[in-house]
């Protein structure tokens, strides 16, 4: 049965088939080896890159927040600031109006006092002269 194997076939076969390892190895397997091997760093730095970019989103948010915190009270200093400045000259407004009516109102007093005086002595004088006509009425009676 093994009587038709010739060694130096064998042999040459077996040189061939190594070389041939050989030859694929460094011209196939070694590139293909060496690109799945940089494809796999790349694919770990890019998922590092996303990791980081991840972390700088949500540090960018914290930022955000902070800044959108920061500004809302601030607004809303500036807002009480304004509306105290507002309500301080309405009031001094509403101040110097009761002021001025006050005085209108204590000179319209005086007024209606001067005229009551005016009229009381007017009537006394009428009064004076009806006394008179009652008596030379009364007279004549």
């Known amino acids: 049965m093994f009587d038709d194997l010739d060694p130096k076939l064998m042999l040459i076969t077996g040189v061939l088939f190594l070389i041939l390892i050989w030859v694929l190895n460094n011209i196939l397997y070694k590139p293909l080896l060496n690109f799945m091997s940089n494809r796999e760093e790349g694919i770990r730095e890019d998922e590092n890159k996303i990791n980081q970019n991840n972390s700088d989103v949500n540090n960018n948010e914290i930022l955000i927040g902070k800044i959108y915190a920061d500004a809302r009270a601030k607004s809303q200093s500036i807002k009480n600031e304004h509306i105290k400045v507002a309500k301080d000259k309405a009031a001094d407004l509403v101040n110097k109006k009761k002021l001025a009516l006050d005085e209108e109102f204590s000179a319209f007093t005086s007024n209606l006092m001067l005229e009551k005086e005016k009229f009381k002595n007017e009537l ?14 009364l007279d004549r009676i």
């Open 124 to 137: 006394r004088e009428e009064l004076v002269v009806c006394n008179a006509v009652i008596k030379s009425n």
